[in-house]
């Protein structure tokens, strides 16, 4: 059974940092492209950045710069380090991974950006 743990959301103001992370389980955690997305109340879950088994990372422009996605295999961890946070940053991010045809997420983790 795929299990995805995130942790690491809080409130934090503008240019502030967070470091999130999802601990994964279920699966052969190193061959598999993970994800990290982001939803804000009404609106459509958002792609915010994902890193493949061969380390490459791809972010969505507004995170280019500011948040960096990482992976540990040893331990099935999966991390977003941002930084220079911003109000538009406030959302519920989720970990993701997609398998065997269905896209897992866990509960989310609360992230809020305000002075």
């Known amino acids: 059974q795929v299990r995805l743990v995130e942790s690491g959301g809080n409130s934090v103001q503008p240019g502030g940092s967070l470091r999130l992370s999802c601990a994964a389980s279920?699966?052969?955690?190193?061959?598999?492209?993970m994800r990290w997305f982001r939803q804000v109340s009404g609106k459509e879950r958002e792609l915010v950045a994902s890193?493949?088994?061969?380390?490459?990372?791809n972010y969505t422009e507004s995170a280019k710069g500011r948040f960096t996605i990482s992976r540990d295999n040893v331990w099935n961890r999966l991390y977003l380090q941002m930084n220079n946070l911003k109000p538009e940053d406030t959302a519920v991010y989720y970990c993701?991974?997609?398998?065997?045809?269905?896209?897992?997420y866990g509960q989310g983790t609360r992230v809020t950006v305000s002075a």
């Open positions: 993701n991974v997609a398998y065997r045809s269905h896209m897992y």
């Open positions: 279920g699966i052969n955690f190193k061959l598999y492209t």
């Open positions: 890193i493949d088994s061969a380390h490459n990372q």
